[in-house]
Nanobody, 118 residues
Framework: QMLLVESGGGLVQAGGSLRLSCRAP???????????MAWYRQRPGNQRDLVAS???????VYADSVKGRFTISRDNSRKTVYLQMNNLKSEDTAVYYC?????????WGQGTQVTVSS
């Protein structure tokens, strides 16, 4: 089980940027480094959806709705995954979570709220 701590959310105007971070402070690097990680989001009234994922070697995949605007990255030395979000839109308003891919139910954290005002 990984303890995952998300941060970096906030209120931003449409067109603005935010950078989310996800740390795994209690996970040893030999477990974190090979783990395929991802960002998910849950918009009001919707299920939790995959936003972006990154393999242990840095290969990335994005949902069509965020391609060209979001960038996922990871720093294995810090056991941290990032999500750089640019040109934010009102429809990006959601609670953002990180987890492995596929996600493990036991690893969901509190998430971080992103609110985009139009």
């Amino acid at each position: 089980q990984m303890l995952l701590v998300e941060s970096g959310g906030g209120l931003v105007q449409a067109g603005g940027s935010l950078r989310l971070s996800c740390r795994a402070p209690r996970t040893i690097t030999s477990v974190f480094n090979p783990t395929h990680m991802a960002w998910y989001r849950q918009r009001p009234g919707n299920q939790r959806d995959l936003v972006a994922s990154i393999s242990s070697r840095g290969s990335t995949v994005y949902a069509d709705s965020v391609k060209g605007r979001f960038t996922i990255s990871r720093d294995n030395s810090r056991k941290t995954v990032y999500l750089q979000m640019n040109n934010l839109k009102s429809e990006d308003t959601a609670v953002y979570y990180c987890n492995s891919k596929p996600a493990r139910d036991s690893d969901w954290g509190q998430g971080t709220q992103v609110t985009v005002s139009s």
